[in-house]
Each structure stands twice: as C-alpha cells, then as structure tokens.
C-alpha cells in the first residue's frame, strides 16, 4: 500500500478563487481525519468522518469551508473562496483502531 | 473542553544529554496518548502510545493521571533525534484525535 495519498502537493492559488484538496486514505482503514498545520497553532483538527459520516466537523473555521467522503476511498477538503489566512499544510490521516498515518500534506498558499 | 498542550515550541539540547518534552492534557475521562512524529520532510508518523507501555528510540512516556501529563524523554538525545514531536490525545478509540501545537526538538553535536 502507498499510504495516504494527497493531491495536489502544492497549491498557489489567489485570493477568492475555490481550492480542492484531495485525499485517498489507506484501504480498510474506517476513519479519515482533515487537519490544518500552522507555525501558530500547530496541528489543528478540522473534521473527522467514520465510515465515509461526518463525525464532527466543530473545527472547521468557516462556512468556506466543506468537506466530503462520497466513498471510502477518497474525500475532498474545499475552501471556497480562498483567502491568504488559509495558507498553511493540509494534512489528510486514516485511522485504524489504533494509529493515524498521515499524507504527505498539501502546502496552500493564498496570494 | 478536551486539549493538548505542548509549552515548549522549540526544545534545543546536546548530543548525549537528556531530554524531556513536555504534554499535559485536560481530559475527564480515560484518554489515550500518544507521541507523534515529523522528522524533515517526512509524514508525521506514530512514535509511541501510552497503553503499549513500550520504548521506541529509547524514548518512553509514563502517563500521569493525577498531572494530567504525559511527558515524553530520553536519557541521552542523539542528533538524529532532531524532529517536530506531537503530543495527542484521543478519547473514543478510533475516534476523534486532537493534537498539541508541536515542539521541536533540536539535538546539537
């Protein structure tokens, strides 16, 4: 298995055009977490879904923000429209029971 | 309001000397730990977790209930230790996993 694979790598993107963040998580794993890493704040969790259902999804910072799991082998973290606060790594975890493993991140910058 | 806090965001030591990197956390029920790691350019990937009671890279961690503390160390730091390290705590299994803000640890030769 690849592990957690996320897409694109890096993002530039201006200010008030939509961004998707793409995720495909490790098979057979029943949880998929979005999270947003800043020099500020660290490792902030946004949402969490199981089984493909939003579990909680209090972290999310603004209605700009939505996040999807049609399927459990892929969801989308979009930010619509973007703004220059939104510039940080996006990270995308698969969780089986026990541990998290983690994507390589997507580095969004908002200009 | 379940957190995980981490004071120090840059720990700087000494090849051969201890290290500690501190975690406490406000939880009032029974949570799972776990230390976390991001050495450069690689994913954040599992150190250790609390249940298993195990030493990973001669680091451990003990949890403390009555410090809400989980406190991770090593006796000697070795400079491939270097890395951003993360506290997290999470309190339904396989469910919500929140994370401190990060230290980074800093081994000089």
């Known amino acids: 298995d690849a592990g957690v694979i996320q897409s694109p790598r890096h993002e530039v993107t201006e200010m008030g055009q939509e961004v998707t963040l793409r995720c495909k998580p490790i098979?057979?794993?029943?949880?998929l977490f979005w999270y947003r890493q800043t020099m500020m704040r660290g490792l902030e969790l946004l949402i969490y879904?199981?089984?493909?259902?939003?579990?909680?999804d209090s972290g999310m910072p603004e209605d700009r923000f939505s996040a999807k799991m049609p399927n459990a082998s892929f969801s989308t973290l979009k930010i619509q429209p973007s703004e220059p606060r939104d510039s940080a790594v996006y990270f995308c975890?698969?969780?089986?029971?026990?541990?998290?493993?983690f994507g390589q991140g997507t580095r969004l910058t908002v200009v | 309001a379940q957190r995980v806090t981490q004071p120090e965001k840059l720990l700087s030591v000494f090849k051969g000397a201890p290290v500690e990197l501190k975690c406490n956390y406000s939880?009032?029920?029974?949570?799972?730990l776990f230390w976390y790691v991001q050495y450069s350019r690689q994913r954040l990937q599992l150190l250790l977790r609390?249940?298993s009671r195990e030493s990973i890279k001669g680091f451990t961690a003990d949890l403390n209930k009555g410090e809400t503390s989980f406190h991770l160390k090593k006796p000697f730091a070795q400079e491939e230790d270097s890395a951003m390290y993360y506290c997290a705590l999470s309190y339904n299994q396989g469910g919500k996993l929140i994370f401190g803000q990060g230290t980074e640890l800093s081994v000089k030769p």
């Open positions: 975890a698969s969780t089986t029971w026990t541990e998290a493993f």
């Open positions: 098979s057979g794993h029943n949880s």
């Open positions: 939880y009032s029920g029974s949570p799972e």
């Open positions: 609390h249940i």
């Open positions: 879904f199981n089984n493909n259902v939003p579990i909680d």
